[in-house]
Structure formats: C-alpha cells, structure tokens
C-alpha cells in the first residue's frame, strides 16, 4: 500500500507564497493521476490540482495562483502556491485522482492570516 507523507505547510501573510511537498514511498505513484486536496474542519475535502494523463486541471479558486508539478523519479508531487488568500486557509493533502486510492496521509497545515 502507497503512504504519503506532505510537507512544506506554515503561517503565511496574504500575498504570500509556499511551495508544499508529498513524498509517496511504493511504485504505484507514477502510475496514477495524483491531485492536491484541501479540507476546512466542518467542510467537505475538495481537489484543488490535478496532474496525470497528459493534463493539468486546477479548481476555478485557485487557477493562475497555484501549480502543480511532479517528479516521478523521486516519486514526488509538488504545489507551488502564489498570492495566497486567508480563503486559501485549510489542511492540504496529496492523493491519486478522480478517486483517492492511498491511505490519506496527514496532511500540511497552511494558515494565511496577517
């Protein structure tokens, strides 16, 4: 069973940027589409990047101020995230897409608050 581990979370003003980690260990990473989720307490988790057959897809929310990239050989998947907004606040989390298949990690805190 793949695990992932995420990383690269922290306390950011808005505007600001951070570039988040997921470190997957077993060979079934660089077979699927892999997604960035983020989750609120009391709301539902929602994808926020997709990458995986040839395309990159990113929630209406987020486009033109994140991206997200992957490095199969290392079996790594990264969100860079530019002009951060406090809407932006939330645990975020790596997983494959459209459905999640791994066991979810324990996801990266990014708070965006002045």
């Known amino acids: 069973q793949v695990q992932v581990v995420e990383s690269g979370g922290g306390l950011v003003q808005p505007g600001g940027s951070l570039r988040l980690s997921c470190a997957a260990s077993?060979?079934?990473?660089?077979?699927?589409?892999m997604g960035w989720y983020r989750q609120v307490p009391g709301k539902e988790r929602e994808l926020v990047a997709n990458i995986g057959g040839g395309l990159i897809t990113y929630a209406e929310s987020v486009k033109g101020r994140f991206t997200i990239s992957r490095d199969n050989g290392n079996n790594t998947l990264y969100l860079e995230m530019k002009r951060l907004l406090p809407e932006d606040t939330a645990r975020y989390y790596c997983n494959t897409t459209p459905v999640a298949q791994f066991i979810w990690g324990r996801g990266t805190q990014v708070t965006v608050s002045s």
């Open positions: 077993g060979i079934m990473f660089r077979v699927n589409s």
